[in-house]
């Protein structure tokens, strides 16, 4: 199954073109290991550095076009995959790990992220491995160390696994396969704690970077407290009808497991006649009851690790964005959706069995096999991630454009189409790009160092160029202004997402364009 989820997703990776955020992954990769150093840890994206290293070293064997640096995050929803199996299967059955795995690689926001050149895809397969880590039958604590390691290398919000891992161990059930009363289980205990021990001081110095660098995401206040930003887009980007299925499914199941556990219960309750025989039964009750106790607890863990992994990242995340500092994007959230894919898996096979499972696992490839397809035409994809991807622009310059011509982009080098000519730069290279001062590569930083429209007309006013914007930009009237006064005229106009693009020549006496 794994290998079947790292080929479908890996098809077509390559048909997008790159994104704001991939833009700043592709500079990252061409950056020598020193200034990138220097730029994550003295300027922004600290917390990103330890991804922003591996893709310089996978970007010098494989290249940097799409395929190439999105591949990482094509597979890691591959070993993501196979790791909520064996999770579910460890902790319920086989039916449940494979009907997770099934939801989990057609959860919609996991497609999307497969094609992100991104750290959050690898994220969620290093939260699973190190999940199985713990649950495995032949724990090795120094492995649960590394998982853990390379889990909060890539995002130290995953570090909150520690908590549900903590009361998987502890929750009066399992303890490294070790029954409730046995004396060897504070040793596992103790185990547990040196092999979370570094994981968290780890987590706790990007936490303090993070905080150190906290202007750089003032954008995150964009996002609230509403059911949308919290249960919808972390797990199903903008698809309502997979969020429906899923939520639905995991309530109607808990709403039915509770039912019958208190018909259960009414069942078991003594007759009011029975009362008679407790004396003589006293110690065989006592016993009794405390074997129906340890049965309880020993069913008692797998919940609560998965709850905890599904519930506990939103709620501190929540609580933080609301009360300490912007701390939440959906994107951040990914690391729990196996959670959520075990939770639906699981509640569906105790609410209904295996035809319930296997109806609700349906329903959930059906809903997500659509989005799939979606995002593997272009401009699916774009609109995926807020139509700012600037593969279709760099190509119609490329194919429009002659060589020698002037490229004029509006906007700053961090924000706006200028963006994509950070991460198309051999696409550009035959144009001038007349508002580039300084690449980002030179001057260690994640963006371009970009001079205004009005700036560059006064330095240069070329017969022929292509303005390339975003039509709400602020000020744009202003640029449109400063070329009409250079004699510039429009005469054709080409669009892709919210990236438009105006041909402009000299202008004839009439003010018309010149033929």
Same mark, same amino acid.
């Given at each position: 199954?794994?290998?079947?989820?790292?080929?479908?997703?890996?098809?077509?990776?390559?048909?997008? /073109?790159?994104?704001?955020?991939?833009?700043?992954?592709?500079?990252?990769?061409?950056?020598? #290991? #020193?200034?990138?150093?220097?730029?994550?840890?003295?300027?922004?994206?600290?917390?990103?550095?330890?991804?922003?290293?591996?893709?310089?070293?996978?970007?010098?064997?494989?290249?940097? /076009?799409?395929?190439?640096l999105?591949?990482?995050?094509?597979?890691?929803?591959?070993?993501?995959?196979?790791?909520?199996?064996?999770?579910?299967?460890?902790?319920?059955?086989?039916?449940?790990?494979?009907?997770?795995g099934l939801a989990l690689g057609f959860l919609p926001a996991v497609a999307a992220h497969a094609l992100d050149a991104r750290p959050f895809a690898l994220a969620m397969a290093a939260a699973a491995g190190w999940t199985w880590a713990l649950v495995r039958p032949a724990r090795r604590w120094w492995v649960y160390t590394l998982w853990g390691l390379g889990a909060v290398s890539l995002s130290f919000y995953t570090a909150m696994l520690l908590v549900?891992?903590?009361?998987?161990?502890?929750?009066?059930?399992?303890?490294? /396969?070790?029954?409730?009363?046995?004396?060897?289980r504070p040793v596992e205990r103790r185990r547990f704690g040196r092999a979370a021990a570094p994981v968290a001081g780890v987590a706790v110095a990007l936490a303090g970077l993070a905080l150190g660098q906290r202007s750089q995401v003032r954008w995150l206040a964009k996002f609230g407290v509403n059911v949308?930003?919290?249960?919808?887009?972390?797990?199903?980007?903008?698809?309502?009808?997979?969020?429906?299925?899923?939520?639905?499914?995991?309530?109607?199941?808990?709403?039915?497991?509770?039912?019958?556990?208190?018909?259960?219960?009414?069942r078991a309750a003594p007759a009011p006649g029975a009362a008679q025989d407790r004396a003589g039964g006293a110690a065989e009750g006592h016993t009794g009851g405390r074997l129906r106790g340890l049965r309880l607890r020993l069913r008692l863990p797998g919940p609560l690790l998965v709850a905890g992994w599904l519930v506990l990242p939103q709620t501190a995340v929540v609580l933080a964005h609301t009360l300490v500092t912007p701390s939440f994007a959906p994107r951040y959230l990914l690391f729990a959706?196996?959670?959520l894919a075990l939770a639906l898996a699981w509640t569906a096979r105790s609410a209904l069995a295996n035809a319930g499972l296997a109806l609700v696992t349906a329903a959930m490839v059906a809903s997500g096999l659509t989005g799939w397809l979606a995002l593997r035409d272009g401009a699916g994809a774009g609109a995926a991630f807020n139509g700012d991807e600037y593969g279709p622009v760099a190509r119609h310059l490329a194919d429009a454009a002659a060589p020698g011509d002037t490229i004029l982009f509006t906007g700053e080098g961090w924000n706006g189409p200028a963006k994509g000519a950070a991460a198309y730069r051999d696409l550009y290279r035959p144009f001038t790009d007349a508002t580039l001062l300084a690449t980002a590569e030179a001057i260690g930083r994640f963006e371009d160092a970009r001079r205004t429209v009005g700036e560059a007309l006064d330095a240069d006013?070329?017969?022929?160029?292509?303005?390339?914007?975003? #039509?709400?930009? #602020? /000020?744009?009237?202003?640029?449109?202004?400063?070329?009409?006064?250079?004699?510039?005229? *429009?005469?054709?106009?080409?669009?892709?997402?919210?990236?438009?693009?105006?041909?402009?020549?000299?202008?004839?006496?009439?003010?018309?364009?010149? *033929?």
């Open positions: 199954m794994a290998l079947a989820f790292g080929a479908l997703h890996s098809w077509r990776a390559g048909a997008p /073109g790159f994104t704001w955020d991939e833009s700043v992954t592709v500079i990252a990769s061409r950056m020598p #290991p #020193p200034d990138l150093a220097k730029m994550c840890f003295g300027y922004h994206d600290a917390v990103h550095f330890f991804y922003y290293a591996f893709i310089r070293l996978w970007a010098g064997a494989f290249g940097r /076009g799409e395929m190439a999105r591949a990482p995050s094509a597979l890691a929803v591959a070993v993501a995959v196979y790791f909520t199996v064996l999770i579910g299967r460890r902790l319920k059955n086989t039916a449940v790990g494979v009907g997770a549900p891992h903590a009361l998987w161990l502890v929750a009066g059930g399992l303890a490294g /396969g070790l029954a409730a009363g046995d004396p060897a949308e930003d919290q249960l919808v887009s972390p797990y199903f980007a903008a698809d309502g009808r997979s969020a429906l299925i899923a939520w639905g499914s995991i309530v109607v199941g808990l709403l039915v497991i509770a039912v019958r556990a208190i018909a259960r219960r009414g959706a196996p959670a006013r070329p017969d022929r160029l292509w303005f390339v914007y975003w #039509p709400d930009r #602020p /000020g744009l009237a202003a640029e449109q202004e400063a070329l009409r006064l250079a004699d510039l005229c *429009p005469s054709s106009t080409w669009s892709a997402g919210r990236t438009r693009i105006d041909q402009y020549t000299a202008c004839r006496p009439d003010r018309g364009p010149v *033929p």
